[in-house]
């Protein structure tokens, strides 16, 4: 079985040392201008916030599959798993704060973790409209997972859903043996309780990644070949394709450093820089919650262990007010976010507004 980062005692395991690569090249022999510069040209540094709109929440780092371009390094060696205490902090804080419309809960796969479904009742509860980012393969693991589509219904969750490409050979290259084909049953079985298809309000979201250091293809035009693809071969429909850069964090930072292709892929990030990217990434309108509680400005800053530059540090001190006036942590790892058409949980970031992060 493939073992994780941190399972195989890898050096970047640890995020502080990834964070030095990032920031100050591998062997220091490396130099890219710093993300704060790029941002002061463009009249954003320091970096705010707008309103929060969105608490996304990472429930644990386990998983069933252990995927090349990983930036959690998750697998199912991981142990890390929010308790039902964290999640009720959490709950507490949406109580308090009926702005943050929509939460968003990540992993690992989270629905490894034991107290999910109760996790996502309570929180419907509060009449939020709540994202899984389900990986598909879940579905079809375990006969106590086979359920998840009716319960996904039950609930209206919009899935969104990890499908690396439309084809097999680079799905597996990128997920594991197997992949693409169990992705393909849970995709079938999502439909035929009415995902995806038109009328039913039941949003199915795809979400492609990179196989190798380049951007993504422009996403529109991306999700045409999808849509074609899986109708014509599989009668699979969806809502929308979110096409997102891969960030030089965890695993995927990895396979650049073993593959001599990191400086030129972090110069091809830095040369892309958008502007209009920097205006509208995610870490605006977004705050982060840790497996343990503690709170960052986006995903990628809570696997390189960056917490939000504030004294409330952890779910059980939010404070929205307050954070909202808080500098958001910046890095060179951050380039990702801002390439091309720009990169967040919702895909290309100049194609929409802060917002978009909700499939209509």
Not at 68 to 73: A, K, P, T, Y
Not at 87 to 98: A, E, G, R, T, Y
Not at 104 to 120: C, I, K, S, Y
Request: glycine share 8%.
């Amino acid at each position: 079985m493939v073992k994780s980062l941190q399972a195989q005692h890898h050096i970047l395991a640890d995020a502080g040392i990834q964070h030095d690569i990032l920031e100050h090249g591998n062997h220091g022999a490396f130099r890219l201008v710093p993300f704060q510069e790029k941002l002061a040209a463009s009249g954003l540094f320091p970096l705010y916030p707008v309103k929060l709109s969105i608490l996304q929440i990472n429930v644990g780092k386990m998983c069933n599959q252990v995927c090349r371009h990983c930036h959690v390094d998750a697998g199912p060696d991981r142990k890390e798993i929010m308790t039902m205490q964290t999640m009720q902090q959490c709950l507490d804080v949406l109580i308090d704060n009926p702005e943050l419309g929509i939460v968003d809960l990540t992993g690992g796969a989270p629905e490894m973790n034991p107290h999910f479904r109760w996790f996502v009742q309570e929180i419907k509860k509060l009449k939020r409209h709540v994202i899984v980012r389900c990986n598909l393969t879940i579905i079809v693991a375990n006969k106590k997972y086979n359920d998840l589509p009716a319960f996904y219904k039950e609930h209206n969750i919009e899935v969104v859903s990890s499908l690396p490409f439309y084809t097999q050979d680079r799905t597996d290259r990128q997920r594991g043996n197997g992949v693409f084909d169990d992705s393909i049953r849970a995709l079938t079985m999502l439909n035929e309780i009415g995902y995806g298809q038109s009328g039913t309000g039941l949003i199915l979201n795809l979400v492609y990644n990179p196989a190798g250091a380049f951007l993504p293809p422009a996403q529109h035009s991306l999700e045409g070949e999808y849509k074609n693809a899986l109708m014509d071969k599989f009668g699979i429909a969806f809502n929308n394709l979110f096409a997102i850069t891969n960030l030089p964090i965890s695993r995927f930072l990895d396979y650049l450093l073993q593959s001599g292709n990191y400086e030129q892929y972090m110069e091809k990030l830095a040369n892309a820089y958008n502007p209009a990217d920097a205006a509208n990434v995610m870490c605006r309108n977004t705050i982060s919650v840790g497996w343990d509680g503690y709170l960052y400005d986006c995903d990628f800053n809570q696997m390189l262990e960056l917490k939000v530059n504030h004294t409330s540090k952890h779910i059980s001190q939010f404070k929205a007010q307050d954070l909202e006036k808080r500098e958001i942590v910046v890095g060179q790892h951050c380039f990702g976010c801002t390439a091309g058409a720009g990169s967040s949980c919702g895909g290309a970031v100049t194609q929409g507004d802060l917002n978009q992060h909700t499939a209509t």
